[in-house]
């Protein structure tokens, strides 16, 4: 199979994806590819229609025009449940002022895999929700009810949830936003293990620096298109991100890791 | 009190007047409390209960509507009748108000149930203007709910409605946890949400609707119930909707007990006594919510 029909079939494709709310246009012809063993980023300043084209890939806005392939197929034409069984989504907000216990929050990741009126989860769905918690360093707090985690838990158990999920494709809007920086490292380290098992993974990242030391690739979005996608450091010039933030930066490699840094100069004339 | 009554006429007493109310009181009670915590569940609310979808009003209208046009209050197929199409007929409406391209926000379909419910409220006063003085205290005892003069007919059209629509909520369980998360969360792992809301919502309005035409509104069971239980079974839906369902049965055959007996011979109107105990509860629920309320 070729790179391109893998990627169709397993991963995320879109091509020429135009779609408008509230009778504004926010996406004008976004093409994406992400593949198996991919992390593609996201990345653009507020209002860029990041979180557009998640809900897009998740079938929840209709397209005006263009093609969107998830886990080769259509998310707007498959049953909420088949598509749960494709593709895990960790939201950008969620409840969990809950008493339900962490393990019974991870174990609702596995409802698209239960048949439709079962009673309790089998062995196996306990199985995925305890590995998935293991990974994401919750196993001790497995009995705490939700409601006592700290937020960077909170969102690592949204993460392990989404991994009890199963599912070939993991979209993420915003994963680290509010996290201390242990927890940033946490969920993105947690994201990579899954991408390194073969899992496609799109992640809309505010932090540019974030997103240039654990992208595969990104895909820099202004004003409802593509400017640039690619490998970080070919997208992140001080060029494109002054068209795209209109900021001043000047770029260079970090000493230690060896990813793109960021010097932010200050705001560019418009 | 006139010395021991004939076997026959206590056997009519108890299988032809209290039978019927007991069982009616037992159903309305179970339709109410799994209706109330299923929509709980579903607007993520516990302010919620069986009335948020202008029910009990669309329901009083009918009823007033139909007192005042004269027709019979015990006849099945006209008060009880038109209080039903009432009901429904604003839950639709309430629904379609907040529908908008397929989508229902829990929040507009909130207000949009408000709203229409004090409208009905301002038309059932203004019914009751116009109506004469028998018929107002026909109405204000219908308004205040009740369950004096059941009789097995109604039993046999009201209580399997409720029943079905109630044992078919509780096959919705997992979908409410999850939902408890949010909906953005729960359509990422997989749940049907609109779909999971409208399926709800119409069994709400459908078991509301059945109990409150051969029972007048009765406040607070739905209210009351679920939350006194989820404080001692906890959130998880696949035992809260079954221990709903027997606890507000139990709860609004008790209060219609109390009802008859309380200042007896005379008997105080059913929805009074829930209305007492929920009414505190209520305030309290208030006071605590700023606390953090989960549901």
């Known amino acids: 199979m070729s790179a391109e029909a893998l990627r169709v079939a397993q991963g995320v494709w879109v091509r020429g994806l135009r779609l408008s709310a509230g009778g504004r246009e926010i996406l004008r012809g976004v093409d994406l590819e992400a593949a198996p063993g991919e ?28 093609e969107v392939r998830v886990a080769g197929a259509d998310p707007r ?19 969990l002022d809950l008493d339900f216990s ?35 360093g919750l196993r001790e707090r497995e009995a705490d009810p939700v409601a006592v985690l700290s937020g960077g838990e909170r969102q690592l158990l949204l993460l392990a949830r ?72 070919a997208v992140l010039t001080p060029a494109a991100i002054a068209r795209a933030f209109g900021v001043t930066v000047s770029t260079f490699p970090d000493p230690m890791t060896g990813a793109i840094r960021l010097s932010v100069l200050g705001r560019a004339e418009s | 009190m006139v010395g021991a009554p004939a076997p026959a006429l206590v056997r009519d007493i108890v299988w032809n007047l209290r039978l019927p109310r007991v069982v009616i009181a037992g159903a309305v009670g179970t339709g109410l409390a799994v209706a109330g915590c299923v929509l709980q569940g579903v607007f993520r609310n516990p302010m919620a209960d069986p009335g948020v979808l202008g029910v009990s009003a669309g329901a009083g209208l009918g009823a007033v509507i139909a007192i005042y046009a004269g027709l019979g209050v015990r006849s099945l197929w006209s008060l009880p009748g038109i209080a039903f199409a009432g009901a429904l007929l604003t839950a639709a409406t309430v629904y379609g108000l907040a529908t908008r ?29 116009l109506a004469h003085e028998v018929q107002i205290q026909t109405m204000l005892l219908w308004l ?32 409410l946890n999850i939902l408890a998360t949010g909906e953005e969360s729960a359509r990422g792992v997989g749940v049907p949400v609109e ?10 309005a459908l078991v509301t609707a059945a109990g409150v035409s051969v029972s007048g509104t009765i406040g607070f069971v739905g209210l009351l119930v679920p939350h006194m239980l ?66």
Not at chain 1, 77 to 95: D, H, I
Not at chain 1, 105 to 134: F, K, T
Not at chain 2, 105 to 125: H, K, N, Q, R, Y
Not at chain 2, 195 to 204: F, I, P, S
């Open chain 1, 39 to 66: 992390l593609v980023g996201l990345v653009g300043p507020n209002g860029a229609g990041k979180t557009t084209l998640l809900r897009a890939l998740a079938g929840y806005l209709p397209a005006d025009a263009g």
């Open chain 1, 77 to 95: 034409r498959l049953r909420a449940r088949n598509l749960g069984r494709l593709l895990a989504q960790v939201p950008q907000v969620a409840t």
């Open chain 1, 102 to 136: 962490c393990l019974e929050v991870v174990l609702m990741g596995r409802y698209a895999h239960l048949r439709p009126l079962q009673r309790q989860e089998g062995p196996g769905d306990l199985a995925a929700a305890r590995s998935a918690l293991a990974a994401a």
């Open chain 1, 162 to 233: 989404a991994l009890a999920q199963d599912a070939s494709v993991l979209l993420l809007d915003e994963p680290t936003a509010n996290l201390d920086l242990r927890h940033r490292l946490a969920a993105l380290d947690l994201v990579r293990g899954s991408v390194a098992l073969g899992m496609t993974a799109v992640a809309a990242v505010h932090d540019l620096e974030l997103a240039a030391r654990y992208c595969d690739r990104i895909v820099l979005l202004a004003g409802g298109t593509v400017l640039a996608a690619g490998r970080p450091e």
């Open chain 2, 101 to 129: 391209a397929g989508r229902t926000p829990v929040l507009t379909l909130l207000l949009a149930g408000i709203a229409v419910g004090s409208l009905l409220t301002s038309a059932i006063g203004l019914v009751m203007i």
């Open chain 2, 144 to 175: 205040m709910g009740g369950f004096d003069g059941e009789t097995w007919q109604q039993v046999a059209v009201a209580v399997p409605v409720i029943l079905a629509g109630s044992a078919a909520s509780l096959l919705f369980a997992r979908e």
């Open chain 2, 195 to 204: 779909w999971t809301k409208r399926a709800l919502l119409a069994l709400c």
């Open chain 2, 230 to 295: 989820r404080l001692i079974v906890g959130p998880d839906h696949r035992g809260l909707l079954p221990a709903s369902a027997v606890g507000g049965a139990a709860f609004l055959i008790l209060a219609d007990l109390g009802a008859r007996l309380v200042i007896r011979p005379a008997e105080i109107s059913v929805g009074v006594i829930t209305s007492f105990l929920g009414v505190p509860f209520f305030l309290y629920l208030l006071r605590r919510q700023r606390g953090g309320m989960g549901l």
